[in-house]
């Protein structure tokens, strides 16, 4: 990056956000490949739209008190960050992980901006979340966390203001707790919360939605490219709700997914992973992928979850979490000939790694443009909620099909637009950038 302005306005991030370093990656990430954008827009660098769009609108962080089943008071820490709502409300989710702070929900909601930009859904950015750990609580104990954290947030949230949904650690369970909370201390059953349960207003397909739309979008690069999924070998990382209908969707277009993980080991089934069984481990029994190789003959399970990127594939979607594949993993996909990365996880490459990628010419779909579907189904989630009315699944899934085709076709025509054909991460940084730049101009210096 040469252009002075954006130097500085990217000093200015370094030293107001000291001790984040996810947060400069992403926003280090999205000026390097807007820079042509910024260097033919002097009309949005006047409006002070780079300066504005990488502070948050409003930072909460809160205190959560809640007592354990042995009645011990334990206390997290709560975050929501509304980082934007140039096009919308707040949209985002919330993440329940032992290493979440500041530096984690800030990328989360700075990259959310962009990806809810490009479902062409009317959805502004945020991210939330708490340092809690739901691994190895009780239902009960999950349920006084969730509304503990509710009992806060509820002041600052809304269905025409901002609308969580699940992430890491958030699934059905913990919204229906939250969502129950919400409307009791709210006394409005509205659609506030999106991952709801079906009967109480919840969308059709958006458990799927993330893992179906990242094959989705996966499935368009690749033809794009004169490839396709079938009979190809694929490797997902995670076992949690991405992995698990990346697989499944996967699956159905014709490849074989010979490996998933989670955050102790990695299976590998050179027959095909039997989803059925990674899903009663996982969405049943909440237990551990090493479970699979003792009900699955064949089936190896290996310690540690780097090894994963090890095993020889076509296709990898990385489903876990952040800076999961390094540079020396990238390299070491490329040479047992992977040459299609899609992100299901939230920036699950380092910055070595994408550089691996594209300079080895593997086709690489960023997370914000790969795992929209989910956050686009949410979006589908509230048009339902407003209308009071609930489609089909195969209407939300038809909606979403669409959704990531036309995601794909941003991406590709905004690459070439600026000259970097086939660098589908510029074009979604650009794509999804100009429609929030261009409402923030309109809108004044707010
Ligand atoms: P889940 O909680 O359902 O599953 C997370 C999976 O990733 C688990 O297998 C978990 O293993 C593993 N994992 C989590 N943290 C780590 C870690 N630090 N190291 C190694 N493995 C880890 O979450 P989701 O499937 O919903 O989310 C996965 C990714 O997809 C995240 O990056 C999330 O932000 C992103 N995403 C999610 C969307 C959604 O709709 N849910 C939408 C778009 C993106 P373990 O059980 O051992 O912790
Ligand atoms: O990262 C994401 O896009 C999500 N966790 C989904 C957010 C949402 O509001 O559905």
Same mark, same amino acid.
């Given at each position: 990056?040469?252009?002075?302005?954006?130097?500085?306005?990217?000093?200015?991030?370094?030293?107001?956000?000291? /001790?984040?370093?996810?947060?400069?990656?992403?926003?280090?990430?999205?000026?390097?490949?807007?820079?042509?954008?910024?260097?033919?827009?002097?009309?949005?660098?006047?409006?002070?739209?780079?300066?504005?769009?990488?502070?948050?609108?409003?930072?909460?962080?809160?205190?959560?008190?809640?007592?354990?089943?042995?009645?011990?008071?334990?206390?997290?820490?709560?975050?929501?960050?509304?980082?934007?709502?140039?096009?919308?409300?707040?949209?985002?989710?919330?993440?329940?992980?032992?290493?979440?702070?500041?530096?984690?929900?800030?990328?989360?909601?700075?990259?959310?901006?962009?990806?809810?930009?490009?479902?062409?859904?009317?959805?502004?950015?945020?991210?939330?979340?708490?340092?809690?750990?739901?691994?190895?609580?009780?239902? $009960?104990?999950?349920?006084?966390?969730?509304?503990?954290?509710?009992?806060?947030?509820?002041?600052?949230?809304?269905?025409?203001?901002?609308?969580?949904?699940?992430?890491?650690?958030?699934?059905?369970?913990?919204?229906?707790?939250?969502? /129950?909370?919400?409307?009791?201390?709210?006394?409005?059953?509205?659609?506030?919360?999106?991952?709801?349960?079906?009967?109480?207003?919840?969308?059709?397909?958006?458990?799927?939605?993330?893992?179906?739309?990242?094959?989705?979008?996966?499935?368009?690069?690749?033809?794009?490219?004169?490839?396709?999924?079938?009979?190809?070998?694929?490797?997902?990382?995670?076992?949690?709700?991405?992995?698990?209908?990346?697989?499944?969707?996967?699956?159905?277009?014709?490849?074989?997914?010979?490996?998933?993980?989670?955050?102790?080991?990695?299976?590998?089934?050179?027959?095909?992973?039997?989803?059925?069984?990674?899903?009663?481990?996982?969405?049943?029994?909440?237990?551990?992928?090493?479970?699979?190789?003792?009900?699955?003959? /064949?089936?190896?399970?290996?310690?540690?979850?780097?090894?994963?990127?090890?095993?020889?594939?076509?296709?990898?979607?990385?489903?876990?979490?952040?800076?999961?594949?390094?540079?020396?993993?990238?390299?070491?996909?490329?040479?047992?000939?992977?040459?299609?990365?899609?992100?299901?996880?939230?920036?699950?490459?380092?910055?070595?790694?994408?550089?691996?990628?594209?300079?080895? /010419?593997?086709?690489?779909?960023?997370?914000?443009?790969?795992?929209?579907?989910?956050?686009?189904?949410?979006?589908?989630?509230?048009?339902?909620?407003?209308?009071?009315?609930?489609?089909?699944?195969?209407?939300?899934?038809?909606?979403?099909?669409?959704?990531?085709?036309?995601?794909?076709? $941003?991406?590709?025509?905004?690459?070439?637009?600026?000259?970097?054909?086939?660098?589908?991460?510029?074009?979604?940084?650009? $794509?999804?950038?100009?429609?929030?730049?261009?409402?923030?101009? $309109?809108?004044?210096?707010?």
């Amino acid at each position: 990056m040469k252009n002075q302005y954006m130097l500085d306005v990217l000093e200015t991030v370094k030293k107001r956000n000291p /001790g984040e370093p996810e947060f400069i990656q992403a926003v280090t990430e999205v000026f390097e490949t807007i820079e042509p954008v910024i260097e033919a827009r002097p009309d949005l660098v006047a409006a002070g739209v780079l300066d504005r769009i990488v502070e948050p609108e409003r930072q909460i962080i809160f205190r959560v008190p809640w007592v354990d089943d042995s009645g011990k008071v334990r206390v997290n820490r709560g975050y929501r960050i509304q980082f934007n709502s140039a096009i919308g409300p707040y949209k985002g989710g919330i993440r329940l992980h032992p290493s979440v702070y500041m530096g984690i929900i800030k990328f989360l909601g700075f990259e959310q901006i962009f990806k809810n930009s490009l479902t062409t859904l009317p959805m502004g950015g945020a991210k939330g979340g708490s340092d809690f750990d739901p691994k190895g609580k009780s239902d $009960a104990e999950v349920m006084r966390f969730c509304q503990s954290f509710m009992t806060e947030l509820y002041r600052h949230i809304g269905a025409d203001c901002d609308v969580p949904a699940g992430d890491i650690g958030t699934g059905g369970r913990e919204i229906g707790f939250m969502f /129950g909370q919400y409307k009791r201390l709210q006394n409005e059953f509205t659609g506030v919360l999106t991952g709801k349960g079906i009967p109480y207003g919840g969308s059709l397909a958006r458990t799927q939605a993330t893992g179906y739309g990242l094959c989705y979008f996966t499935d368009e690069m690749l033809k794009a490219n004169g490839k396709s999924f079938q009979g190809q070998t694929v490797v997902i990382s995670g076992s949690g709700n991405v992995a698990i209908y990346a697989c499944e969707k996967a699956t159905e277009l014709g490849a074989k997914v010979v490996a998933v993980s989670d955050s102790n080991g990695y299976i590998y089934d050179a027959n095909g992973i039997n989803l059925d069984v990674v899903k009663q481990i996982k969405e049943v029994e909440r237990g551990r992928i090493k479970e699979y190789a003792e009900r699955v003959p /064949g089936s190896v399970y290996t310690e540690g979850c780097k090894g994963i990127w090890t095993i020889p594939c076509d296709i990898a979607l990385p489903c876990a979490t952040q800076n999961e594949i390094d540079g020396e993993s990238a390299a070491i996909l490329v040479k047992n000939g992977c040459y299609a990365v899609a992100e299901g996880a939230n920036m699950p490459s380092t910055p070595d790694a994408i550089n691996t990628y594209l300079a080895n /010419g593997v086709l690489y779909g960023p997370a914000k443009a790969a795992n929209a579907g989910g956050v686009a189904t949410s979006g589908l989630e509230m048009s339902q909620n407003s209308q009071r009315l609930s489609w089909t699944f195969e209407e939300v899934d038809e909606k979403l099909h669409n959704i990531m085709k036309n995601i794909f076709a $941003a991406c590709d025509s905004a690459a070439k637009t600026y000259g970097m054909e086939g660098n589908y991460m510029a074009g979604a940084n650009i $794509a999804g950038f100009l429609k929030v730049a261009e409402a923030m101009k $309109a809108q004044g210096c707010v």
